[in-house]
Structure formats: structure tokens, C-alpha cells
């Protein structure tokens, strides 16, 4: 049997159900604003119906990691396309869990978007199945990636619902400075998202055309006796060049809007044959973002938190806070072993010891610490309602920024997850 195909459609219809259950949730929310023209039971019906293409495509999900899991031998965990798609998934079951518990519907409408936008991400990615490098071949590393997948997934559930407060709470009729403050900094959050979708737009768009750029890299390397040692590397673009690598040049560029050259080297002290790609790719992300965010305002005619206020109207804000806190509350222990303690054991068996300041690891243990402050000031300051959301917006892009940012900026020992 062929597994690897069974799941590659697997993924496909997992996708497609995800985004048909996000528009079935925005009926469920987007029809309180017409009760008198909606029953209410009706829309409870949307909402149940919402839930179940939400957990048909969370089984598609499940299908697409045991198949790819047959097909592969191994668990699919080994790669930043299989992890992405992991975390998606714990996502979508974290989310599956609290509304069980709490059955609210504009839950779905945050976190069902958040889970198509990781799982498209994870696209960018090569899909084909690697043979596990020697230090991977560890049960420690399963559960180290399964269980940290799993934790972040209940923060990225705890970021939905306090996105969402602070999305209710905020006054945009206040002119006051403090308001004017908080208006900002949700609208720069909500900009971070859209960066992270224009991105993916972006990639998608170029692979489609069949751009391509290439360069050769001269490195100059010493060796143990003291020798020179002078290597070329290819180092191929999927979007055009606004920098290229440092030391190369370039082999063939197609123009773009009559952009036929790098505009600018990338700096020496970027280490690695991709640090001049992954420059490249991060401003064409802030560049895609930031025209899908100006063209979303355009349409909206408002700052984009102005525009789903009204949207929220009617929701309690402490249930919102409420399942913010649980969320995390709940991740917070899954992360704690599988982020920290079981990545810890298998690094020891791995490269013989215990922490190394990899980059990865050191934003693993600063996202550790920023949600142990959070407990903290939850429990014995009483934090609760709009400095506790914050700190559950502020938590999850330090998350994101370990996920996506360490892989595009920052060399290391994890790099292997972004080839």
C-alpha cells in the first residue's frame, strides 16, 4: 500500500476541511449581530455543524501523521514540514478539547485560522521523507518534539482566546493615551500574523511561477594543521534576490519588476551557506506583509482591531480570559517536559551533554521562563483579564519567533529542521 500518497491527500483534505469549518464558525459568530433575523438555536446548529468539519478534518489530520508515519518508518517529526504539520494538528485537538469544555464558537473562528496558517506554512517546506540523521534515532527526541508540539499548541489556544479579549475590551473610541497605546500594540499583533500569511502567499506565488535565482559562494575555511581551504556552494532562491550571499556571485537571475540584481550583500557575521536566503526571505516576508496589511485597511477603512470589535460584541470577556488561562495552564507542564526535560536527556545522548546555548535552546528556556512569569503574576498578583491576555499574546510570539524566526535568522545545531 501506498502510504505516502494516502497521506499526501490526507493533508490536502484536512486543509480544505479546516478552511470550510473557519467560514462555518464565522456563520456561528457573524450571525449574533442578526438574532432577530437568526434564531438563536439556529445558530448553535452552525456551530455544531462547524465542529464537526472541524473534527472531520482533525481526523483527516490524524490519518495524513499515521500514514505518513507507515510510509516513512519513522515518526514524522524529523523535519520542519513534519513538525509544522504535528503542531498543527496538536493544535486542532488542544482546541478540540476546550470547546468540548467551554462550546464556544468564536474560539474556532481564532484558532481555526491560526492552525490553517501553521499548516500552510508548513507547505513551504520540502515534503519529501529524509532518512533520520544518527542523533534523531532517539525515543527521547519523539517525545521531546511530540511533547513541546503539544504544549505550544495549547499556548497558541491561550494566544486565540486572549487575542480575542483584548480584541472585545479595547475601546477604540478612547483617545487617551493609554488607549492609544493599547490600540497600537494590538494592531502591530495582529500585523505580525499577516506578515507570517503574506509570507506564505508569497512563496506559494513564486514556486507556482517557477521562479528561480542561483549563486556560487566561496567560503574560505582552515583546517586542523592550519591549511586554507578555499569551497564553492550553489545556493539556489525561490524568490527574487533583494540580497544575495555574501562572497558569491550570481549564476542566473530572472527579473522581477525590473529587479534583475541584489540590491545589497548580506553581512559577513551571518553564518552559513543559507544565511543570505533566509535574510532574503525575511524581507520579502515584511514586504508581502506589510502590502497585504495596507490592502486589508483599504478595504476596512479602520485599524483591522477597529474593524472586528464589533464583531465580539455580546461575548463575556472573563469566559475569554478564562480560557485563555486554562490553555496555558494546561500546556504549560506539557512544555515543561517535552520543551525542556525530555530535550535535555535526549541532547545528553545525542552530543554528550545536557545544554548547549543552541540558539533553539535558549529561546526554548526564555519561552519557559515568560509563561512560569505568567503563572506567577496569575496566581499570586492576581493578573487577571487585560495585563494576563497580553502576556498570552506577548508568550505566543516568542513562540513564534523560536519556530520561525530561529530557523530563518539564527545558525545552529536545529538548523536541520529548515533544509
Known sequence: MNWLSISSGAFITAF???CVAFLLYVIAVIGRKWKNREPEGHLRKWGRIAFVFSSLGLAAHLVFFFTRWAGAGHIPTSNMYEFLTLLGMAIMIAFTILFAIYRS?????????LTVLIIAYAAVFPQEV???VPSLQSNWLRLHVTGAALGEAFFAVGFAAGLMYLLRVTD???KSASARRSQRWLEFSLYVLIVVAGFIITVFAFRGSGYEASFVQENLSIDARGNEQLTTQTVEYQLPPIVKPH???PVSIQPFLGLDRPLFEAPGWMNGVNA?????TVIWSVISGTILYGLLRLLARKPLGAAIHPLLDGIDPDDLDEISYRAIAIGFPIFTLGGLIFAMIWAEQAWGRFWGWDPKEV??????LFYSAYLHLRLSRGWHGLKSSW???IGFLIVMFTLIGVNLIIAGLHSYAGV
Open 363 to 368: 529561546w526554548a528556556l526564555i519561552t519557559w
Open 276 to 280: 543570505g536566503r533566509k535574510l532574503n
Open 391 to 393: 502576556l498570552s499574546v
Open 130 to 132: 529524509q532518512p533520520l
Open 16 to 18: 480544505a476541511l479546516y
Open 172 to 174: 477604540y473610541n478612547d
Open 247 to 249: 562572497d558569491s556571485e
Open 105 to 113: 464558537p468564536l474560539l474556532g473562528m481564532f484558532a481555526l485560522p
